[in-house]
C-alpha cells in the first residue's frame, strides 16, 4: 500500500554495525557523555566514542535485540553493537526500523543468545526515501518526545518530594524554625510538629517520635526464582517481571508463566517494588508498579506497608535512601553486581513520626506521588499507540498522514 517506491537493499547497505568498545568502570571518569550498554544509558564518563545522533543494538544475553537511541554524542559499551555509518538514512528512522526487526532468528550464540553484525548485515529490507524516513521519524518521534516530557516531569516532582521528605524527617527544619521563629508552614501543620528534641539510636530526633529497623517499616516479600515459573515465549499466563524491565521499561525481552504460584508472587497495580540486586548506579532501586497483574521475579522485593496510611511516606524513604542502597550494594561488588540484603535493612535505621504528622505528610506527599503515576500511565499510553504505529508505518500499510491523524489523537 503505497511503498512501490521503496528501496530493496541489504541491512549492510542500510546501516552498517561494529561491536561498542570496552569500558571498565575503573576507567570512567565524571562528565556528561551518556554511556550505551546493552538496555540503553548505563553510567556516564568525559569522552565520546561515537558521534550522535547514533543507535545501538544490544547482542548478547538478556539484552538481545534491544535497540536503543542517543541524541548526543556518546560511548556505545562492547555489550552493544553500534551504527558507524547511516549511509545518508535519517538516523532517528534507522532507530524505529531496527527496533521493528526481529532479531531472534539470526541468534550466533550457543550458552546464551548473541548477534554478530556479520549475521546480519545480509538480510534484505525495504526502506523509503528519505523524505519519507524523516516523515515517519517525525511521527513516531513526536510521541516519544511526549514520553520523554514525562519523564521529566516526574523528575521534577519526585525531587520535590524528595526535599519535603528531606526537609521534614531528615534536617527537621519544621521542628527547628519551630524552637527558633515560626516555621514557614501554615500554623495548622506548623501545630503538629514538636518544638524540642529527644535522644535516639539515629541521635537527635523531634520528641515524641520512634525510630526502627528500614526491614521493619514495612514487610518485604522477596519474588520466586525465575525457574519456578516454568517461563515460555507464547505469552501464555502473566509476565514475569525482572529488574532489566524495571529499571529500563523494555518489555521485548518478557516472559510468560500460567503456572500457578502463591498469591504472594502476584503483582497488582501501584504496588511498590525494590529491587535489591545489580548494578549499584543503576538496578538498586524503589518503583511503582503500574502495569497490571504480573509476577514477581526473584532479586525484587515488594515492599508492603503495614497500614495504608504509610504508604507514601514508606515509598519516599526507600527512594531517599537510594544513595545508601549504592554504598552498600558497591561495598559487596562483584563482577559489576552488588547487593542489599534484609540483613543489611535491619541494621539501617530510619525514623516514624508520630501520626499527626504522617497525615500531614500525606496531604502533600500524595498529591505529588499520584502525578507522578497519572503521568507514567500516560506514558504508556502514548507507548501502546506508537508501538502500534510502528509496524504498519514501516511495512507501508499506514500513510504517514493516516499515522498523523492517530498520533495526534493520541499526544
Known amino acids: 500500500m503505497g511503498d512501490e517506491h521503496w528501496n530493496e537493499m541489504t541491512l549492510g547497505d542500510f546501516v552498517t ?5 570496552d569500558l571498565p568502570d575503573q576507567n570512567r571518569r565524571p562528565g556528561s557523555t551518556p554511556i550505551l550498554g546493552s538496555f540503553g544509558i548505563t553510567g556516564w564518563h568525559d569522552e565520546a566514542k561515537a558521534p550522535g545522533p547514533g543507535v545501538t543494538v544490544g547482542r548478547s544475553g538478556a539484552s538481545f535485540g534491544v535497540v536503543s537511541f542517543s541524541p548526543v554524542d556518546y560511548w556505545p559499551l562492547n555489550t552493544a553493537l553500534y551504527v558507524i555509518d547511516f549511509h545518508g538514512n535519517d538516523e532517528r528512522f534507522a532507530y524505529y526500523f531496527l527496533t521493528s526487526l526481529d532479531f531472534k532468528p539470526h541468534n550466533s550464540g550457543s550458552a546464551q543468545p548473541s548477534l554478530n553484525r556479520n549475521f546480519i548485515h545480509p538480510l534484505p529490507v525495504r526502506v523509503p526515501p528519505v523524505p519519507e524516513q524523516r516523515a515517519i521519524a517525525h511521527i513516531l518521534g513526536t510521541l516519544d518526545d511526549k514520553i520523554e516530557l514525562n519523564r521529566r ?3 521534577t516532582l519526585e525531587a520535590m518530594a524528595r526535599a519535603l521528605f528531606k526537609s521534614w524527617f531528615v534536617d527537621f527544619d519544621p521542628v527547628r524554625a519551630k524552637a527558633q521563629t515560626p516555621p514557614g508552614m501554615d500554623p495548622a501543620t506548623a501545630a503538629l510538629f514538636p518544638s524540642e528534641f529527644q535522644d535516639s539510636e539515629l541521635g537527635e530526633i523531634p520528641k515524641g517520635w520512634t525510630c526502627l529497623p528500614l526491614y521493619d517499616a514495612a514487610t518485604y516479600v522477596n519474588g520466586a526464582a525465575y525457574r519456578a515459573f516454568q517461563p515460555n515465549d507464547e505469552g501464555r499466563g502473566l509476565p514475569i517481571i525482572k529488574i532489566a ?3 529500563t521499561g523494555v518489555t521485548a525481552q518478557t516472559k510468560y508463566s500460567d503456572v500457578e504460584m502463591p498469591e504472594k508472587y502476584r503483582l497488582r497495580t501501584r504496588d511498590i517494588l525494590f529491587s535489591w540486586s545489580g548494578n549499584p548506579d543503576t538496578s538498586i532501586d524503589s518503583f511503582v508498579w503500574s502495569r497490571g497483574p504480573a509476577w ?3 532479586h525484587i522485593f515488594r515492599v508492603d506497608p503495614h497500614v495504608p496510611e504509610e504508604r507514601s511516606f514508606v515509598l519516599a524513604t526507600l527512594k531517599y535512601l537510594r544513595p545508601v542502597f549504592a554504598e552498600i550494594a558497591r561495598n559487596k561488588q562483584t563482577t559489576g553486581l552488588g547487593h542489599v540484603t534484609a540483613g543489611d535493612m535491619k541494621r539501617l535505621l530510619v525514623i516514624k513520626p508520630d501520626a499527626r504528622v504522617l497525615q500531614a505528610w500525606n496531604t502533600y ?4 506521588f499520584d502525578a507522578i503515576f497519572r503521568n507514567t500511565l500516560e506514558a ?8 502500534a504505529l510502528l509496524p504498519r508505518l514501516l511495512s507501508g500499510e499506514l500513510s504517514v498522514a493516516q499515522a498523523e491523524h492517530a498520533a495526534e489523537a493520541t499526544a
Request: proline share 0%; aromatic share 0%; net charge positive.
Open 365 to 368: 506527599a500524595n498529591r505529588l
Open 245 to 247: 524491565e524495571l529499571k
Open 380 to 387: 504508556q499510553t502514548i507507548a501502546k499507540t506508537r508501538d
Open 296 to 298: 514477581l521475579n526473584q
Open 17 to 21: 554495525l561494529q561491536r561498542g568498545h
Open 153 to 155: 516531569m516526574n523528575e
